[in-house]
Nanobody
């Protein structure tokens, strides 16, 4: 199971940190975040492998968002800075074992958190 928290209402330019704690005994090669805005498809935000030695980002968040993980706590974080109104969405944490070239495909992730709302006002 994945439990995400940390969403909220902020103003443009503000920062916010999401966290997602995993429980259970299932190993997944990657943990990551997707987001879904009203009327839009779920889109990839960021991913990090178990080793934590690389990170992957959508172009729209690169340089503003940072993904990290704490394997001792089986927790993944998403530090979001310089938030924009277009970042408004429900953010979902996820875990799975896609290939590196398929990280952006949500259907390749087997585990999903319940989602946490992030709203950025202008």
């Amino acid at each position: 199971q994945l439990q995400a928290c940390g969403g909220g209402l902020v103003q443009a330019g503000d920062s916010l940190r999401l966290s997602c704690a995993a429980s259970g005994r299932t190993f997944s090669r990657y943990m990551g975040w997707f987001r879904q805005a009203p009327g839009k498809e779920r889109e990839f935000v960021a991913a990090i492998p178990w080793s934590g030695d690389r990170t992957y980002y959508a172009d729209s968040v690169k340089g503003r968002f940072t993904i990290s993980r704490d394997n001792a706590r089986i927790t993944v974080y998403l530090q979001m800075s310089s938030l924009k109104p277009e970042d408004t969405a429900v953010y979902y944490c996820t875990a799975g074992s896609p290939t590196t070239g398929s990280l952006r495909d949500p259907f390749l992730y087997g585990y999903w958190g319940q989602g946490t709302q992030v709203t950025v006002s202008s």
